[in-house]
């Protein structure tokens, strides 16, 4: 048993939708002015939300990324705001968009210190290059996702499609550091 309980925070959580129709980024700019819309140098459209603070990318194809929100709910929440206020300024918007979660990034404290050199031996498809990076890129295959662990006991945990996946892959891994010693507490 872990002698301390990690703290999790997610920092961002990465949505795709579709609206399955085409879409007239023109028409949305001259309706809202707010969005940043610069074709030259970028297809998509940026719609941002103050509540959820998110930015959604939108694109001719109907598609849309959604970038910025701290949970799963949240970033299906900011889609179906995003949908509702184009319809609302007069956009026709058939369907509602289906949200798919594409990653989840969330930041950890494990409340104490890590031995990076002995992990970076001990753990399977490890990398560390503290000359490159600082931290050891840790693969995952269940669930898969990478995480970044630091000397400092904080890691960077990438790559989950839902939030419990992030919670098993630190948990996972922090008994996995525990139980080959690799943990340091003061």
């Known amino acids: 048993m872990p002698q301390t309980k990690p703290i999790v925070s997610v920092e961002n959580v990465v949505a795709s939708a ?4 085409k879409m007239d980024l023109n028409e949305i700019t001259k309706t809202f002015p707010d969005v940043e819309y610069h074709p030259d140098q970028f297809p998509g ?14 694109f ?3 598609k849309m990324v959604c970038t910025g929100s701290k949970s799963e709910e949240m970033a299906r929440k900011a889609v179906k705001t995003v ?26 404290n494990l409340g104490g210190k890590i031995h990076l050199e002995q992990a970076a031996r001990t753990l399977p498809r490890s990398m560390y290059e503290p000359e490159q990076f600082p931290g050891l890129i840790h693969r995952m295959l269940d669930p898969k996702t990478v995480i970044l ?15 419990p996946d992030v919670y098993r892959s630190v948990n996972n891994l922090h008994a996995l550091l525990e139980e080959k010693n690799l943990m340091i507490y003061d």
């Open 149 to 163: 662990l630091f000397s400092s006991g904080k890691l960077v945990c990438t790559g989950a499609k839902q939030e």
């Open 83 to 108: 949908v509702q206020k184009l319809r609302k300024g007069g956009i026709k918007v058939k369907k509602d968009a289906t949200v798919q979660i594409q990653n989840i990034v969330a930041s950890i």
């Open 45 to 58: 459209l940026v719609f941002r939300l103050k509540t959820p603070k998110t930015a959604t990318l939108i």
């Open 18 to 21: 579709s609206v399955d129709q």
């Open 60 to 62: 001719t194809s109907g």
